[in-house]
């Protein structure tokens, strides 16, 4: 039973860092049909920041990784992706794939490709035991920064008027357009906000790992991005829900996959999306076909 | 028409599996760097350089490459190899595997007699295939698979490196004559050289009389709180063997500590250096084999002397102890041109066929005709106390034991 519960709060924390990154990803794209790979590369910019920060000053380190992952975010907007708007959801797809190795090449030329370490809030690292049941504090940080971030931007989405504007985009830009809302407005408060996410996210990781690289934030991304397509990349809601149940998928298999096969558990999380893209090509939690933007 | 979201679920699904099949290599073209005047010229000895100042395996390649420049300068100022100077041929491949090939063929049309690869049997061998068929000897300075050499299909390929099965005997001895009877192997299996690393530890250590009482694998950028729950849910680990390499291993020695599993743990030289220790504050009670040290306080004081010339010539301590692999690169082809008198891969590769014992920085150097690496020398155990790396024994394998 015990190993059952430390399974479940191993698995809950997993996917809750999957959740923030699909919360993240699932808003820009929700606006602009922009599945943002380079979106790991705003994680790392982040995290950058708190290795190199926080031995100096640990409240500088998190309001610097948040102003630095809404300076990128905002950035990329402006420097690639608002030139690209009237394109394609491919060609947003590969530009951001270009943006994610051009970046990760520009952090290895200024950081060098060897990881930067420093203990970022070791305080989080420390665990008790009840029990029986090893609960690691930072743990319970995460679930608990993911669920007020998620809470939160629900607040900013049904509260507040750029909030609705973003929805309105997110339901239909060109008629959102046409009915008044502002789009360049609109898009770069998605932009924000999602790099404020990331800067979370890069907060959760670098505590947990005291390490960063040039592609510290791709495999996060990775499995975000999934976990936003096998909810509903249109569904924030259902991105969100996806993120966490891949977070939770790969946490579980690991845990009770036989050890023959256990080195084989990613593989059965994509096979699970491919069996989520074949059987809900919109993803579980989206109802009804998407609508082309414009 | 589909709707474009189900297309790019799809496309995203497809993009997200081709970057993690890639293993996040980032692709970018090949940069040359000749430090040398034309190659070849003069008669004396062109190296080509295939290895990596940028990418994931730059942290290893950088210390040997360095000490091969440096080494390369030493011996010409001297007056280079029968009065010709050694020129140097160097491409950055970035770590990107579609590179090598392309940049062994670029160093081989601009006259390189000799090819020194990547620390990576994996990542290096497309390279040292193309200098195998021009019959090119071709030298990995710190390759630790046995495979590097016929086992690889690499008559002319030889690794300056300590080959896996020594490193891992060392790692099991070590923990042996600590007293650690129950042991726990934790696998990165992203690369063959830490795989086979676990499995050699693993059988050695059984051999000795230990006991395994898990066996769990990892991958780099992967938490291992899971697998840190498994491990104290069941028997209590006297040892930790961490077959890893920063900074997935790192991410892996971190989840252990935070999460309550103070057993000592001993890792091969992928977990060496201290650009890595900051991540888990404290650290103490783990232990590395590797080459040298970097620390100032190697038993050999010509290893010393050179990790302070490294310093004073590139501004900061080898990252890695296998900076001395370059060294002994230089000195090995040094050696073996004076018994083959010409720079014939073949005459070269029968050359270093007859070292024995050569006495080079890394060790006590011979090769045989099944293995191309070396598996005897004496290693250095180091230990990180509070943080501090420190050297704490020389220690050769008892018996080298091998894995199918």
Redesign the interface.
């Known amino acids: 039973m015990?190993?059952f519960l430390?399974?479940l709060i191993?698995?809950t924390?997993?996917g809750a860092v999957y959740a923030l990154a699909a919360l993240g990803i699932g808003l820009v794209?929700g606006v602009l049909?922009l599945?943002n790979?380079a979106y790991g590369e705003i994680i790392t910019a982040s995290a950058y920041t708190l290795i190199i920060v926080w031995p100096m000053n640990p409240v500088l380190a998190v309001l610097g990784a948040a102003v630095v992952g809404v300076a990128v975010a905002l950035a990329m907007n402006y420097a690639v992706f608002s030139w690209l708007r009237s394109q394609s959801?491919?060609t947003l797809?590969i530009a951001s794939?270009g943006l994610s190795?051009l970046l990760?090449?520009i952090y290895?030329?200024i950081f060098g490709?060897?990881?930067?370490?420093?203990?970022v809030a070791?305080g989080l690292?420390?665990?008790v035991?009840l029990g029986g049941v090893?609960l690691?504090l930072?743990?319970v940080v995460t679930i608990v920064l993911a669920a007020m971030l998620l809470v939160g931007v629900q607040l900013f989405l049904t509260r507040t008027s750029i909030g609705l504007q973003v929805q309105a985009a997110s339901a239909d830009f060109r008629i959102a357009r046409l009915l008044g809302v502002r789009s360049g407005l609109v898009i770069a408060v998605t932009f924000a906000i999602s790099g404020f996410i990331a800067a979370a996210v890069a907060f959760v990781l670098t505590v947990?790992?005291?390490?960063v690289?040039?592609?510290f934030g791709?495999?996060p991304t990775?499995f975000g991005?999934?976990g936003?397509?096998i909810g509903?990349?249109?569904n924030l809601r259902g991105a969100v829900v996806g993120g966490f149940v891949v977070g939770v998928a790969l946490?579980l298999l690991?845990?009770w996959l036989p050890?023959e096969i256990?080195?084989f558990r990613?593989a059965f999380v994509?096979l699970l999306?491919?069996a989520v893209?074949v059987l809900r090509?919109?993803?579980l939690f989206?109802a009804g076909?998407?609508?082309?933007?414009t | 028409m589909k709707p474009i979201v189900a297309r790019s679920g799809a496309a995203v699904a497809v993009a997200a599996s081709f970057v993690l099949l890639a293993g996040c290599v980032s692709s970018a073209p090949a940069e040359s760097d000749s430090t040398s005047s034309a190659a070849g010229e003069g008669g004396g000895l062109t190296i080509g350089v295939v290895m990596a100042e940028t990418g994931f395996m730059s942290p290893f390649d950088i210390p040997a490459l360095n000490t091969i420049k440096m080494e390369v300068d030493a011996v010409n100022e001297a007056g280079g190899i029968d009065g010709a100077p050694i020129e140097l041929n160097i491409v950055d491949t970035g770590s990107d595997l579609d590179q090598y090939a392309s940049a062994a063929q670029e160093v081989i049309d601009a006259g390189a007699d000799v090819i020194v690869v990547t620390c990576d049997y994996d990542v290096a061998s497309p390279a040292s295939l193309v200098a195998e068929a021009a019959g090119i000897l071709n030298i990995a300075p710190c390759v630790g698979d046995t495979i590097y050499g016929p086992a690889g299909g690499l008559e002319l390929g030889f690794s300056m490196g300590n080959g896996t099965p020594g490193e891992s005997s060392v790692m099991a001895e070590f923990a042996v004559d600590e007293g650690w009877k129950n042991a726990v192997f934790l696998t990165d299996t992203s690369i063959k050289y830490t795989v086979g690393q676990c499995d050699v530890a693993q059988k050695r250590f059984e051999e000795l009389g230990g006991t395994t009482v898990g066996t769990y694998d990892y991958v780099q950028g992967e938490s291992i709180v899971e697998t840190v729950s498994q491990i104290t849910a069941g028997t209590a680990p006297d040892v930790v063997f961490n077959c890893g390499y920063s900074p997935g291993g790192a991410q892996a020695a971190k989840d252990l500590r935070d999460n309550g599993v103070t057993a000592p743990i001993v890792s091969g030289f992928g977990m060496d250096g201290t650009f890595w220790l900051d991540s888990v504050p404290g650290l103490s009670d783990y232990y590395t084999v590797t080459y040298s040290s970097i620390m100032g306080d190697d038993p050999n004081a010509a290893v010393n002397e050179l990790a302070d010339g490294y310093e004073a010539e590139y501004g900061e301590r080898p990252s890695v102890g296998s900076f001395v692999t370059g060294t002994s690169t230089v000195q090995a082809l040094v050696a073996a041109h004076e018994t083959a008198g010409s720079w014939d891969g073949k005459a070269l590769a029968d050359a270093f066929l007859a070292f024995d014992g050569e006495d080079l920085l890394v060790g006590p150097t011979s090769f045989t005709d099944e293995l191309h690496i070396n598996v005897e020398r004496p290693q250095r155990v180091m230990k990180i106390t509070g943080g501090e790396l420190a050297f704490l024994e020389e220690r050769a394998p008892e018996k080298v034991v091998f894995v199918d």
């Open positions: 015990t190993s430390q399974a191993d698995a924390s997993a794209f049909r599945a790979f959801a491919a797809l794939f190795i990760q090449r290895e030329g490709a060897n990881v930067l370490s420093a203990s070791s690292s420390t665990s035991n090893r690691n930072l743990s947990q790992s005291g390490t690289g040039p592609s791709v495999q990775l991005l999934i936003a397509v509903g990349l249109r946490s690991t845990s050890p256990n080195p990613t994509y999306v491919i893209l090509p919109n993803g989206s076909a998407g609508k082309v933007r």
